[in-house]
């Protein structure tokens, strides 16, 4: 593992700890802001578990998916095996 790899993973343990303190702590138990905060904290949490597990992978596929040569991989595994093929 990378120290790259290490900080994402770190961020993640943040969140992933952070956004249930952070819910827990908010004042106030009427459905206003405190439903609106706790909705964040529950985002916060999910992301901080996706960036545990995966780590920075997720930064990347983010990365890959808003480019505009995402099927590029796709492409070219799809030009391999019709190169491997067998012609009749």
Sequence with gaps: M????FRWRI????????GPCLALLTPGQAAGP?????VLCLVATLLGLVLL????KVALA????NSPHRMLPALLHERRLR???PRD
Excluded at 11 to 18: N, R, T, Y
Excluded at 34 to 38: A, K, P, Q
Excluded at 62 to 65: A, S
């Design 2 to 5: 990378t120290r790259r790899d």
């Design 11 to 18: 961020l993640g343990a943040v969140l992933f700890v952070g």
């Design 34 to 38: 405190h439903g609106i905060v706790t």
């Design 53 to 56: 597990i995966r780590g920075r």
């Design 62 to 65: 983010l990365r890959v998916e």
């Design 83 to 85: 190169r491997r093929r």
